[in-house]
């Protein structure tokens, strides 16, 4: 390649790429500002947009160290929500948990989320999705409530009142892991 022709080309290459560089940062700036401003109108807390429907946590004799709550989060919003993790004062540990079939013997397990569907809800039962209320630190009797406090994926927060009621067990009974 002759020397006038490369000068020539890299003078080519050299326009073009700063010509790109300058179009990209032009067109960034005005882009940014109306995004952020749709994100502040449209974003609601996940704690406004779930609610609990009957709530209710299983009464246990003294001296039974667990028991557990449940309740139907209903989600009215267009986005897909999750309680994160839960507390209770009556619980030293709170914990997700789910029942899974393992060849016919149903167990708990911990899961890291409860997914509420957009538009949707989420149903803990007995046999089911619920809230494993773990070492209690008093007996729960029938006609008292409980609070039981959920958060959610944004961090914002439900406290949620609930009745204690006889239940009985799911068959399998209430094996743990
Ligand atoms: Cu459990």
Same mark, same amino acid.
């Given at each position: ?17 700063? /010509?790109? !560089?300058?179009?990209?940062?032009? /067109? ?8 952020? !401003? ?7 807390? /996940? ?12 009464? #246990? ?17 267009? #986005?897909?929500? !999750?309680? #994160? ?25 911990? *899961? ?25 630190? !008093? ?14 994926? &944004? ?5 949620? &009142?609930?009745? *204690? ?13």
């Amino acid at each position: 390649m002759k020397p006038l022709l490369r000068a020539a080309l890299l003078g080519v290459l050299i326009s073009v790429t700063t /010509a790109c !560089q300058a179009e990209s940062e032009t /067109a960034k700036k005005p882009a940014e500002a109306p995004q952020v !401003q749709a994100a502040a109108v449209t974003v609601a807390k /996940a704690a406004d947009a779930v609610k609990a429907e009957n709530p209710f946590v299983r009464a #246990v004799p003294p001296g039974q160290p667990n028991s557990a709550a449940f309740m139907v989060l209903s989600n009215g919003s267009a #986005v897909a929500h !999750q309680v #994160v993790s839960a507390t209770s004062p009556v619980a030293n540990t709170v914990e997700l948990h789910t029942h899974t079939n393992n060849n016919g013997v149903m167990e708990m397990r911990q *899961i890291p989320q409860i997914d509420v569907p957009a538009n949707g809800k989420a149903e803990l039962a007995p046999g089911g999705l619920h809230i494993m209320l773990i070492e209690l630190r !008093q007996e729960l009797k029938a006609g008292e409530s409980v609070a039981v406090t959920l958060t959610f994926e &944004d961090g914002s927060t439900t406290v949620v &009142d609930a009745p *204690i009621k006889e239940v009985t067990p799911p068959m399998g009974g209430m094996k743990h892991h």
